[in-house]
């Protein structure tokens, strides 16, 4: 066994684990970033179809709707670090930026690897944080003395055990989402152990996988339309915007957006139900004064469907409607419902949704409130966001959060 000395262990090297550590070099504490995989960020060289969808440009007003469960609590550490300080201090590393749609920011390379390793340069380069690759965070224990030791199993080597002793430990393990990428939650087990109470999670931002799902839509997306989503029959969300069926079911922007809602119904073993609206802009009386204009006797309605839909959708469109005709035709273009029976879990959720109790932790600092020393930021907490870059902003603040706390305290003598 092997015994280490920090000020400060970081456990996990995602998102909100490198951008502490990367914010703490050259602070002249000395950091150890404890990684169970062979190299840091894998999630994150997913995000935003491998392009990483860093932040999202917009004020704090318009910000904070697409934060759960509590925007309140999230607003410290976003006024203190925010998006315009996240595009700032890529571009100090060289990662030059570009708004998209919806003012998403995105590195103008469209490579999510240069995000990883502008962050990685940064924390190699000053020289005061180590990295610990293929090391397991097993265990986090209070000490007689107050400083925290933190057992780490090597995977290389499994019988391999060493102790890391740190007045400071920050939890950066993220959640459930994307197991395959490490995220097994790890976290969780860590806080419980150590006296905090960790919420119901479920996955967020998800494919939704209708009744009798079709698999010829997949790979099909329909654009300008809106999906509401029904509970029980009373409609409690709508969106606008792109929705894409894939084989794992309703995904895209409108299904991610809905996602959150609709798993949390279907826990509760509510009736869920998708509706869209393929002609929002469209009232249906203008859609049947049209119909009534154009229609001509003797044409085929799967063929005068080809007016309104993609083809690969006037199939599904009618299985899904079989009483279909020219009378109702109108009405079903703007509520094609689609019966919601589950989702497609974590395995490729985007994020988790529930963690760590906000409760439990000071909104300025990140820190535990019955533990000192105890930092908790990202995914591992009961805070997450719908999609558009707003989740890794809530990594990157609350990461900058805990690591102005903790170098305001100073190093603590072992």
Request: proline share 4%; aromatic share 8%.
């Amino acid at each position: 066994m092997c015994y280490m000395e920090y000020d400060v262990v970081i456990a996990g090297g995602g998102a909100s684990g490198m951008m502490a550590a990367a914010l703490f070099a050259g602070s002249g504490l000395k950091v150890a970033l404890v990684e169970k995989n062979g190299q840091c960020g894998r999630k994150l060289l997913l995000t935003g179809k491998g392009r990483c969808n860093m932040t999202n440009a917009c004020q704090w007003e318009d910000f904070r709707e697409h934060v759960h469960p509590d925007p309140g609590f999230f607003r410290p550490s976003f006024m203190g670090f925010s998006n315009r300080d996240t595009v700032e201090m890529f571009a100090s590393m060289g990662l030059q930026t570009a708004v998209e749609r919806g003012k998403r920011v995105f590195p103008v390379s469209g490579r999510s690897a240069d995000v990883r390793d502008a962050l990685l340069s940064r924390i190699t380069g000053a020289g005061n944080v180590d990295i610990l690759y293929n090391c397991e965070v097993m265990s986090v224990l209070r000490s007689p003395s107050g400083h925290f030791v933190v057992e780490i199993l090597h995977s290389g080597d499994r019988m391999r055990m060493d102790e890391i002793v740190a007045p400071y430990v920050i939890v950066a393990t993220g959640g459930l989402s994307y197991p395959v990428t490490g995220s097994t939650g790890d976290g969780y087990r860590i806080a419980r152990s150590l006296g905090h109470t960790v919420t119901a999670t479920v996955p967020s931002l998800v494919a939704l996988v209708p009744v009798s799902y079709n698999l010829s839509l997949s790979g099909l997306t329909l654009r300008n339309v809106s999906l509401s989503l029904m509970v029980d029959g009373g409609e409690v969300q709508t969106e606008f915007g792109e929705l894409t069926f894939t084989s794992d079911g309703l995904e895209g922007a409108l299904g991610f957006r809905v996602s959150r809602r609709a798993v949390m119904a279907l826990e509760e073993g509510k009736k869920v139900e998708a509706v869209i609206d393929l002609k929002p802009a469209v009232p249906v009386t203008e859609l049947k004064a049209r119909v009534e204009r154009e229609f001509t006797p003797g044409i085929q309605l799967s063929r005068y469907l080809e007016r309104f839909l993609p083809l690969q959708a006037v199939k599904p469109f009618m299985d899904a409607n079989p009483s279909l005709n020219i009378q109702n035709l109108p009405v079903r273009l703007k509520c094609w419902k689609l019966q919601i029976k589950g989702h497609a879990g974590y395995r490729r959720a985007v994020i988790t949704a529930g963690g760590v109790s906000l409760r439990e932790i000071s909104r300025k600092t990140m820190e535990s409130k019955s533990v000192r020393g105890l930092y908790f930021i990202g995914e591992v907490l009961n805070l997450d966001a719908d999609t558009g870059g707003y989740n890794l902003q809530i990594a990157f603040s609350t990461a900058a959060a805990a690591v102005r706390a903790v170098a305001a305290a100073g190093p603590i003598s072992l």
